[in-house]
C-alpha cells in the first residue's frame, strides 16, 4: 500500500507466522507490579519450501543466536539481520508481480537524478549570477531538480496486477474495519480472529482484532494460552488485547532501535 518495507510489514508477519504455528509468544511476568513487559520468543519449526524467502529471512534473523529469544535482548543483535529480511521483502513484491521494479530501486534512481539536477542548479545559478544576468535560469534547474526530486518518492508504478491487489486490500481494511467476528460459531471465533490479526496489523488494527480475540473468554479463570500466546501465571484470555498492542508496539520498537533505515 505505501510501497515501502518498514518495521510495521515485519512485525505483522511475525506474528503471522506465529499464527502459522512457526513460533511462539510467551509473555513473561513482571518483576514488579509497574515492571517492564517482555516476550520470550521460540521457533516451533524450521520451515522449507512453504515459507516465501522473506519470511525465513526474518524467522532466521530473530533466531540466529538460538531457538528461544526474549525480545528485550533483541536490538543489537538484529541490527546485521534485518537487510536481508529488508531486500526480500521488496524483491517479493517484484516476484508477486505487483511491481515491474523494485520500489526502492525506483525511488532511489529518481531521487539521485533530482539531486544531482538541483546540485547543478545551484552551481549554475551562482556562475550565472556572477557572470550574466540569466542566473534565474540556474534557479528553473534548482526547481526542477527539487521538483524530481520529490517525484521519485511517488514514482513506482505498480502493475495492472499490482493495482488489482491494491484494490483488493481497500476492501479488506473496510471489512477489518468494520465487521466482527461475532456472528461465527463461538468454536470458530478465536482461529478468525487469529487469523484476521496480522492483516489488522498492517492495516493500523492490532487493537480492535486483539479484543475480537479476547471476546472469546467465556470463564474468570485463568488461561494457559492459545496455542501461539501465551502469559504468565493468572494471565487471562480476556487481557489479550493489551497483550498484543503491548507486543507490536515493543517488537516495532526493538526493529526501529536496532534498524534505524526504516
Known amino acids: 500500500m505505501d510501497e515501502t518495507a518498514d518495521v510495521v510489514d515485519i512485525t505483522a508477519t511475525?506474528?503471522?507466522?506465529?499464527?502459522?504455528?512457526?513460533?511462539?509468544?510467551?509473555?513473561?511476568?513482571?518483576?514488579?507490579?509497574?515492571?517492564?513487559?517482555?516476550?520470550?520468543?521460540?521457533?516451533?519449526?524450521?520451515?522449507?519450501?512453504?515459507?516465501?524467502?522473506?519470511?525465513?529471512?526474518?524467522?532466521?534473523?530473530?533466531?540466529?543466536?538460538?531457538e528461544t529469544v526474549v525480545v528485550s535482548t533483541l536490538g543489537q543483535s538484529l541490527r546485521p539481520r534485518l537487510g536481508l529480511v529488508r531486500e526480500q521483502l521488496y524483491a517479493d513484491v517484484v516476484?508477486?508481480?505487483?511491481?515491474?521494479?523494485?520500489?526502492?530501486a525506483v525511488r532511489n534512481r529518481w531521487s539521485t537524478a533530482g539531486l544531482v539536477l538541483l546540485g547543478t542548479g545551484v552551481v549554475l545559478t551562482i556562475v550565472l549570477a556572477i557572470v550574466t544576468k540569466f542566473g534565474l535560469v540556474g534557479f528553473a534547474v534548482m526547481l526542477a531538480g527539487a521538483a524530481l526530486t520529490l517525484a521519485g518518492q511517488v514514482a513506482p508504478a505498480r502493475t495492472a496486477r499490482g493495482a488489482a491487489v491494491l484494490g483488493r486490500v481497500g476492501g479488506l481494511q473496510a471489512y477489518l474495519s468494520n465487521e466482527t467476528s461475532a456472528d461465527l460459531p463461538q468454536s470458530h471465533r478465536l482461529e478468525f480472529a487469529s487469523r484476521c490479526l496480522p492483516y489488522a496489523a498492517v492495516l493500523g488494527l492490532t487493537e480492535k482484532w486483539a479484543q475480537e480475540i479476547a471476546a472469546t473468554d467465556e470463564d474468570d479463570d485463568p488461561d494457559a494460552g492459545i496455542g501461539w500466546y501465551s502469559g504468565p501465571e493468572n494471565w487471562h484470555l480476556s487481557d489479550i488485547g493489551e497483550s498484543l498492542s503491548n507486543f507490536v508496539t515493543a517488537f516495532g520498537g526493538t526493529l526501529s532501535h536496532a534498524r534505524r533505515l526504516f
Open 14 to 66: 511475525l506474528l503471522d507466522l506465529a499464527v502459522r504455528k512457526y513460533l511462539t509468544i510467551e509473555e513473561l511476568a513482571r518483576e514488579t507490579h509497574f515492571g517492564k513487559l517482555d516476550w520470550r520468543l521460540r521457533r516451533l519449526n524450521a520451515g522449507g519450501a512453504e515459507l516465501l524467502p522473506y519470511e525465513k529471512a526474518l524467522l532466521d534473523a530473530v533466531f540466529a543466536d538460538g
Open 95 to 104: 516476484t508477486q508481480g505487483w511491481f515491474a521494479s523494485r520500489p526502492d
